[in-house]
């Protein structure tokens, strides 16, 4: 099929010469009538893939929408290119509700924008009925989904009902954010085949993704907005309190910012809103109530103020930046205090258990995420599309700051020796304060003060420990049970590495040599003994083996 009178549509409406990626092959699947999804990048396009069909097809076209704030962006911008679009959603009184609906059953209409809700109303569905539709399309479908980071019941209700309304031609679903599980769910739901999936890929070339650890996050964003001052972008917190806090410290030092979360009045946040879109205040202080659906497209960087629940949210809010194509930075300013924030977020929140635990899953990949030493690029592909290959992007700041790969396989093997000596039964926490030989009271409660692998890393804080363990359940080196309290558990990968068959390495700063030969020698016989030990899993007493020598030395001088 060819899409002469859709391209001249692009050009004589929009004002493009081409499609982008995946449009033509999308509305060429609907205009057959196929129920079509299409998961595509944000900023990819999607708009266009209802809604030149919407205008090439005869009939009125049905969007539903989950934000008030994004259906009157989109149906100014209809209305602006002189074509007929209206809304209707709470926002407007009854009386202008009953007006948009009689010119809808009067066919003046080529778009009709409304919540998920509103098919719950009678009068609405009964002018829906009679009516000729081209098409019904649900956009942010990912919202249909419970494994979806942003699931609305009232979404997926709606669905059954709307199959049995005899005069839809065809559905559309349309999403940025999608994990294998959402695709199907989505498709099951609405009856997709996998011919008419449009699956663009995720990858924003234009997008470098950093993460920040270890800095006071505060001074990091005030140095970060010092040296980007003529640039617009979005910081989003955790909460409202951070929001609140961040925008205090920033405005008290003279920084002229906007703030937006749910805390505020509809009023407030209609102003913020348009003073960062009209570019009257360059800079946004946002909690994730910000964005879904804003078209601006000059955010040159999304600042993540603190960690968010999952990789999706964080993929989809920091997808933000760099709508024009751009160059544009998504910096994660992460701290362990993040995670447990997150937790007690999950905690506090009102789903069921089974839906908590999927939170839980969710997050530990966001966790993940902050703790791989991989390229940050390919960890996200990979997380929403495992056939991805995985490969360096050269601009994350994984792959740009990389410095001395480091074998640490010794130190990995202690590390899951300990947690299988613990009996898998324990967190990281205690994992580290095992190895650490700590003094903690909760391990003598357990005996774990006991156990042949306390103290075997002694040289190292708690903290390195702890970054250690994160880092091999990142690297999928260790397994962790899903929930509030995440307990360590060995896996395929973990006897791999106990056995010596996959070498461990960690991108590290440099460490100075110590050339004593002797010393050398002395090691290596100390180590010698230590691995005889753990591969006859005698016994033993308490190392106290290595107490002297840190094992990123060890690492160093005996790699596997
Ligand atoms: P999405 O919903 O996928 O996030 P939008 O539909 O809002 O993206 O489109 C993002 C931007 O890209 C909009 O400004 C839109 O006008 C523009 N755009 C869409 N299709 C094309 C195209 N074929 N050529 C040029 N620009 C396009
Ligand atoms: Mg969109
Ligand atoms: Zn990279």
Not at 196 to 210: I, P, Q
């Amino acid at each position: 099929m060819t899409l002469v009178k859709e391209e001249k549509i692009l050009q004589t409406y929009f004002g493009y010469e081409t499609f982008r990626p995946g449009q033509g092959q999308t509305i060429n699947h609907i205009l057959q009538l196929h129920n079509t999804l299409a998961v595509m990048p944000t900023g990819g396009g999607k708009s266009l893939c209802y809604q030149i069909p919407g205008m090439s097809m005869d009939g009125t076209a049905i969007i539903i929408s989950p934000l008030i704030s994004l259906m009157k962006d989109q149906v100014d911008a209809l209305q602006a290119l002189g074509i007929p679009a209206t809304y209707i959603n709470s926002s407007l009184s009854t009386g202008e509700q009953q007006a948009r609906l009689r010119d809808v059953a009067n066919r003046r209409y080529k778009f009709v924008y409304v919540a998920p809700e509103r098919f719950e109303s009678m009068t609405f569905v009964n002018v829906i009925k009679r009516i000729p539709l081209a098409l019904v399309a649900f956009d942010e479908a990912h919202c249909i989904s419970q494994w979806g980071h942003d699931f609305r019941p009232s979404y997926r209700s709606i669905v059954p009902n709307l199959k049995k309304l005899s005069n839809i031609p065809v559905f559309v679903a349309l999403t940025a954010t999608a994990t294998e599980e959402v695709i199907h769910d989505i498709q099951e739901l609405l009856y997709i085949a996998d011919d008419h999936v449009v699956n663009t890929g995720f990858e924003r070339e234009n997008l470098s993704f950093h993460l920040v650890k270890g800095k006071d996050k505060q001074s990091y964003i005030r140095s970060f907005l010092e040296e980007h001052r003529e640039e617009s972008g979005i910081i989003y917190t955790a909460t409202r309190k951070q929001a609140d806090a961040l925008y205090d410290q920033l405005t008290k030092r003279g920084i002229s910012v906007s703030k937006y979360h749910a805390g505020l009045t509809e009023q407030e946040r209609k102003e913020a809103q348009a003073a960062f879109i009209h570019d009257e205040k360059s800079i946004m202080i946002a909690t994730n109530a910000f964005g879904m659906g804003i078209d601006k497209s000059n955010v040159r960087y999304v600042i993540h103020y603190a960690m968010p629940m999952n990789i999706e949210s964080y993929y989809q809010e920091a997808g933000r930046a760099g709508r024009d194509g751009e160059p544009s930075d998504c910096i994660l300013l992460f701290s362990p205090q993040d995670v447990q924030l997150q937790k007690f977020l999950i905690e506090q929140s009102q789903m069921d258990e089974a839906s908590k635990q999927n939170e839980y899953r969710k997050l530990q990949a966001m966790i993940n995420y902050c703790h791989t030493h991989g390229c940050l690029t390919s960890f996200i592909l990979d997380y929403f599309d495992k056939k991805v290959i995985k490969g360096s992007c050269n601009r994350c700041s994984n792959c740009v700051e990389r410095q001395e790969k480091m074998d640490i396989t010794e130190e990995a093997q202690m590390i899951l020796s300990c947690v299988k000596r613990m009996g898998e039964r324990f967190g990281v926490g205690m994992t580290a304060k095992v190895l650490k030989g700590s003094k903690d009271k909760k391990l003598r409660e357990f005996r774990l003060d006991q156990i042949t692998t306390y103290g075997i890393l002694s040289a190292y804080t708690e903290k390195e420990l702890t970054e250690r363990i994160h880092f091999m359940i990142a690297e999928q080196l260790l397994a962790t049970e899903e929930g509030q309290y995440p307990t360590l558990r060995l896996n395929q990968n973990s006897v791999d590495v106990l056995k010596g068959k996959r070498p461990v390495e960690m991108f590290t700063a440099p460490i100075p040599t110590n050339e004593n030969a002797d010393y050398h020698e002395d090691l290596f016989a100390r180590l010698r003994a230590l691995r005889k030990q753990i591969a006859d899993d005698k016994n033993v007493p308490p190392y106290v083996l290595f107490s002297d020598v840190t094992l990123k030395e060890l690492s160093r001088y005996f790699p596997t």
